[in-house]
C-alpha cells in the first residue's frame, strides 16, 4: 500500500503552481503548440472543432477542480494550502488510461482508421466513465459526502484520487459516451466496441493496482499463505476494527436479527476469555441489543459499543462485558493498543487484476479472427462478469442488497450477463461483412467521418 507518491507544493517562485498559475500557463502553451500542429494536418477549423473541448475542460479543471483537492494544514488558526497530493491511485488511473489509450490507438491503425479520432473517443469515454463510476460510489455511500458546507461537499465529492470509484459505474458511463460518439462521427458501433475491447480490460488490469496502492476494495479475512496485511488507517484496518477484530472477534447477523460470533481469531482477548463460535449476544457493557430497533440494528448496535471511539464503547486497557443468550457473562481486557496492521485478507485487488490481464490476452489474439462485428465486445460482457461475479464472493467491503444476498456488482454482473447473451443471439442472426478486414496489414487510412461506415 501506498497511497502518496509525491505532492506537488502548492507555490513556486512566489506564483500558485494550480489554479491561475503555472500549471495554467504550461497548459495554454501546450493548446497553442498543439492546435498550430494540428492546423497544418487537417485544418484549422477541424482542429478547433475536435481538441478546443478537451483544451477548454483541461483549462477549467486546472483553475477550479484542482486547488479544491490540494491538501491543507492548520497554521495559527487558518488553513494553509499545502499542495496537491499525487496518490498513487490516481497515478496508475492515469496510467491505465494512458495504457489502454495507446492499445487502442495501435490497433486502429492497423484497420487504417486514424489516431485522432481514437484521442477524442478515449477522452470522452475517459470523462463519462470517471463520472458514472464516482456517481455509482456516491449513490450508494452518500452519508460519507454530505456537508452543510457546499465547498467541502464539492471537494469530497471530487476527490476521487483517494478511491471511492466502481468499475461497473466506469463502464456503463465510458458505453453510452462511446455510443453517442460513434452516432455522431458515424462510425460503426460495433467494430468500436471490438476494437477498444481489449484496451478496456488492459485498463481494468492497471486500475486494479491502483486499488491494492490505495487499500480499497479489499477481501475477507484470508488463512491462505498469498493472504496480505495493510497498516493502521487504511479501508482494511478501519473495516477490521469497527467489524470487532480489534477484540479478536468477527460478529455476524442472525436470522432472527440478533447478534452472534462468526469467528474468533486464535489467541485473541476474547477467545481466551472463553467467548465461542456460535454464540448467540445479547447484551454489550450494559447495552442490551434491540433487534427491531428502526434506527440502528442489533449487529450495528453491538459494534458500536465495542468501538473505543464511541461515547460509552471500551477505551483502551479497559473492561469489556457481553452477556449470551446462555446467559453466560464473558469480561475480557480491551487491548491497550490495536495491532500494528490488519489481519490477512484475500488480496482480491491482485485477483481482479490477473483476471483482467487474462481477459485483455484472450482479446487481443481473439480480435484478427473474429467473423463479425461485435464478437469480441460479446466476448467481454460473457467473461467480465462471470469472473466479477467470483471475485466478488471473496470481497470483505461489500454488502448485500436486501434479502438477495448478493452484492449490487454481484446483481449488476448478472445483469451484464443476460445483454452478453443478448448480443450473442444479436450476431447470429445479423448478416454481414466486417467494417474493416481481420488481416493486420493497414488498409486504407480512414479518418472518422461519414465514409467510415454508418452505425451499426
Known sequence: ????????????????????????????????????????????????????????????????????????????????????????????????????????????????????????????????????????????????????????????????????????????????????????????????????????????????????????????????????????????????????????????????GGVAVAQLLPGGVAEKAGLRVDDVIVEVNGHGLTPRDPNMSAIEQARYWLAPTSESGPAADSMVSVTTSAGKRINWRAPEDGPVRSQPVHPTQLYSALKAGLLFLVLYFFYPFRTRDGQAFACLLTLYPISRFAVEILRGDCGTVGATGLTIAQIVSILLLAGGAALWGYLRIRPGPLAWPTSLAPPTRRTGTAGAGTAS
Not at 455510443?179 to 484496451?199: E, G, K, N, T
Request: with cysteine.
Open 1 to 256: 500500500m501506498c497511497r502518496d507518491l509525491l505532492i506537488i507544493p502548492h507555490e513556486w517562485a512566489g506564483l500558485p503552481v494550480f489554479g491561475v498559475g503555472w500549471a495554467l500557463a504550461a497548459w495554454l502553451v501546450f493548446a497553442v503548440v498543439l492546435l498550430a500542429y494540428l492546423s497544418r494536418q487537417q485544418g484549422f477549423s477541424n482542429a478547433m472543432r475536435e481538441q478546443l473541448p478537451v483544451l477548454v475542460l483541461g483549462s477549467l479543471a486546472i483553475v477550479f477542480l484542482l486547488p479544491v483537492l490540494e491538501l491543507t494544514e492548520n497554521r495559527a488558526g487558518q488553513a494553509v494550502r499545502v499542495g496537491l497530493p499525487i496518490r498513487g491511485y490516481g497515478f496508475l488511473l492515469l496510467l491505465a488510461a494512458l495504457a489502454g489509450v495507446t492499445d487502442a490507438t495501435i490497433r486502429a491503425r492497423r484497420v487504417g482508421l486514424s489516431a485522432e479520432i481514437i484521442h477524442a473517443l478515449a477522452f470522452w469515454m475517459f470523462c463519462a466513465g470517471l463520472a458514472g463510476a464516482r456517481l455509482f460510489f456516491v449513490v450508494n455511500e452518500w452519508d460519507q459526502f454530505t456537508s452543510p458546507h457546499w465547498p467541502t461537499l464539492l471537494g469530497n465529492l471530487l476527490n476521487i484520487t483517494q478511491g471511492g470509484l466502481v468499475v461497473y459505474g466506469a463502464l456503463i458511463g465510458g458505453m453510452l459516451a462511446a455510443v453517442i460518439f460513434c452516432v455522431r462521427h458515424a462510425l460503426p458501433i460495433l467494430a468500436i466496441s471490438d476494437l477498444i475491447a481489449p484496451s478496456m480490460a488492459l485498463g481494468l488490469c492497471i486500475g486494479r493496482l491502483g486499488c491494492l496502492m490505495n487499500g480499497c476494495c479489499f477481501g475477507d479475512p484470508c488463512a491462505w499463505p498469498w493472504g496480505v496485511t495493510f497498516p493502521a488507517g487504511s479501508p482494511p484496518y478501519e473495516f477490521q476494527q469497527s467489524q470487532g477484530l480489534g477484540h479478536g472477534l468477527r460478529l455476524r447477523a442472525t436470522p432472527e
